[in-house]
């Protein structure tokens, strides 16, 4: 279920997660499938947690760049770039390089070294003509940081390229080098609101709260993380009462 849901209604997911872990807390899958539903609604704390629970249980490092961008989404992206030096890049599969390579120009970017973030990005991965599951992904986060540097024609030659690479749809990158090239999207359903006089409803805007500061930012972590982990297994322990 929380594979089914997690696109589509993350909050549901995330529901879903929970009983999972009420129920089989000891179980890897289990506390990745979690982390991976904390990751989606924005629970970064939550979500470090659990990628690093599994991570323990099975010793892989597959987890490694979706546990740096954790850090991101904490507001640490100088830990994120950290973890890109760690020898746990080497062991991860090309797939898992690409990805720390995109986190890792990530939290450049916001650190606002923009130009190093174009650096990042750039390597055999980028320049290759061969489509792999994160092209479009790669060729659209460099194209995203070019046109942030004021590179305008070089992003939109690379949105371009992204857009061939994107099979499924992955990224907006057509409708982000439409709008490159000056074509406006109207929403009709904003339009029909507004000749009945009725204002369509503006969209929720997600916020990332961070609490913890340079000082404070381990202890908060591994306490937030203890919170959790106490959580799981007082829920386990009432299961097995009730069981």
Known sequence: MVANLIDDDPEEAY?????AL?????????????????????????????????????????????MAD?????????????????PEVQKL??????????????????????????????????????????TARLRYAYADALLTAGREAEAREWFAKAIEADKDGLTDASDRLAQLDGVDFVDALDEDSEESGRTAPAAAEAEIVVTDDAETGVE???????????????????????D
Do not use: H
Request: aromatic share 6%; hydrophobic share 45%.
């Open 22 to 66: 009420r129920l089989a807390s000891r179980v890897a899958a289990v506390r990745e499938a979690a982390g991976f539903a904390a990751y989606a609604t924005q629970r970064y704390t939550e979500a470090l947690a659990e990628f690093r629970a599994a991570r323990r249980m099975t010793g892989s490092v597959e987890l490694w760049p979706v």
């Open 93 to 134: 599969d090309k797939a898992g390089q690409v990805e720390m390579r995109m986190v890792a120009a990530g939290a450049r970017r916001d650190m606002g070294q923009i130009d190093a973030a174009i650096v990042t990005l750039q390597g055999p991965e980028l320049a290759s003509n061969s489509v792999q599951p994160w």
């Open 70 to 86: 954790c850090e991101r989404g904490l507001g640490r992206p100088e830990r994120a770039m950290a973890m890109a030096g760690e």
């Open 220 to 242: 908060a972590e591994t306490e937030a993380e203890a919170e959790v982990e106490a959580e799981v297994e007082t829920d386990v322990e009432s299961q097995g009462d009730k």
């Open 15 to 19: 529901a879903y997660s929970r009983i």
